[in-house]
């Protein structure tokens, strides 16, 4: 048995590390090309690695939590991260490459379970908001404990569950995205099998419970360090983090310069909620449906995270309306996006049904209009290059989309995602706010 394990567990691994090793390389080299060719000016160090988010870890890190009444502050930043930093004495540099190792583990653990090819490995990896994972932010530990999670969930294994769970909660603030997710989850199951639904409803309980007592456990360490409770609710208004309607159109962060990476987020929101509620609609009419638990709470977790990127963001700049300022990160540079991609490519391997397709095209269509379509973008001198830019965007999920049936496309994909994330990465290190 044991052999059978070790041969499965080299097979299977054995096209995931190579993709790693091979898309590490490749990062290398094309940041070394851009740089040989002016493209990108600096590398990365211990000044330019811990500028915008890394700064309140690194203060954290060093220093514990403080509150200033309608001041920002560091408590709207979970502990996990910035403690482990501290336990570890690392520089910024050795953090970050920490966090390579923690990203690369998780990634590993999610690629064994599904099964994915070299190819498939490639695609995922080369998602540019991954680039968080590489840097002093708290993305490559929720990375690593929501594969867990989603591991878990599918083989009913309580430890990965819990210890997935805890990791992910104590690293980044999404105790009630997560209770909602867990709900979704055993709720279609629930349907499904009423007859099963005091266990459904024991396993709801109970992860429920874990995720309320890890938050509450953040809000304890940051009452030690400012002997005030619950403290991060009152330090959202000062991050312009408020229940409000949104405003049309979104803006994101540099007027179009990170709008399409932010609105493509927030098309994999709106489809995510879309699914999710065609789910839902099933289950009451007493349908199956053949989605695993991962994906369910995948689905779960993207859709409700636009739902809070659209009603909990306010207006950062006058020119434009609801912000869509970090979107990218907690979408992309997930596990449970990565989740959510395979699960529908893997659904339909050869050809979505055009049914799907059809609704895609809807929600697309709806996504770019809320994003400016209609109009000129601001900075741009006409709506020619408005066009230009929404058909591009366009393009790049038709591409994702016709994977399966045009191969070939995998390539220029992946090049071309290589590119905007060594690119994403000059930026961020040159203190521009990416997420």
């Known amino acids: 048995m044991r052999s059978l394990v070790l041969s499965v567990f080299k097979v299977q691994g054995n096209a995931c590390f190579k993709a790693m090793a091979f898309h590490a390389g490749c990062v290398i080299a094309i940041y070394l090309l851009l740089y040989r060719f002016g493209a990108v000016n600096t590398f990365p160090s211990n000044i330019n690695l811990t500028f915008l988010d890394a700064e309140w870890y690194a203060y954290i890190k060093s220093n514990g939590y403080y509150y200033v009444e309608g001041g920002t502050s560091p408590m709207a930043f979970f502990p996990l991260f910035p403690f482990l930093w501290f336990v570890t004495g690392l520089t910024p540099v050795g953090i970050s490459i920490v966090n390579c190792v923690i990203f690369y583990s998780g990634f590993y653990f999610l690629a064994l379970h599904f099964n994915f090819d070299f190819k498939t490995s490639l695609l995922f990896l080369s998602t540019p908001s991954l680039f968080f994972c590489f840097i002093p932010y708290s993305e490559a530990l929720f990375f690593f404990g929501a594969s867990m999670l989603l591991v878990g969930l599918d083989k009913q294994q309580w430890k990965y569950i819990i210890t997935g769970l805890i990791i992910a909660v104590l690293t980044r603030s999404v105790g009630m995205v997560f209770i909602g997710a867990i709900v979704f989850v055993y709720l279609v199951q629930l349907l499904q099998r009423t007859n099963e639904a005091p266990k459904y409803m024991r396993r709801m309980a109970v992860l429920c419970s874990v995720t309320i007592g890890a938050t509450l456990l953040v809000f304890f360490v940051q009452y030690l360090y400012t002997d005030e409770w619950f403290v991060f609710f009152k330090v959202q208004n000062a991050w312009n983090r408020s229940l409000q309607l949104p405003t049309l159109p979104f803006t994101s962060v540099g007027r179009t ?174 203190n521009f706010f990416v997420a």
């Open 257 to 430: 310069r990170i709008l399409w990476l932010d609105g493509l987020a927030l098309l994999v929101c709106i489809m995510s909620f879309s699914l999710g509620l065609y789910i839902f609609c099933r289950v009451l009419v007493q349908k199956k449906v053949t989605f695993n638990p991962s994906m369910l709470f995948s689905i779960a977790y993207l859709a409700i995270m636009g739902l809070v990127s659209v009603f909990y963001s306010g207006i950062w700049w006058e020119e434009g309306g609801t912000s869509l300022m970090s979107t990218n990160r907690f979408v992309f540079a997930t596990a449970f996006f990565v989740c959510f991609a395979n699960g529908l490519l893997s659904k339909y391997p050869k050809k979505m049904p055009t049914s799907f397709l059809f609704a895609g095209l809807v929600i697309m269509v709806f996504t770019w209009l809320m994003l400016g379509a209609y109009h000129t973008l601001p900075g741009q001198p006409n709506y020619w290059v408005t066009l230009t830019y929404f058909v591009n965007m366009s393009a790049y999920v038709l591409a994702y989309t016709s994977l399966r049936k045009f191969p070939l496309l995998l390539a220029p994909l992946y090049i071309i995602n290589i590119f905007v994330m060594v690119i994403l990465l000059n930026s961020h290190i040159h």
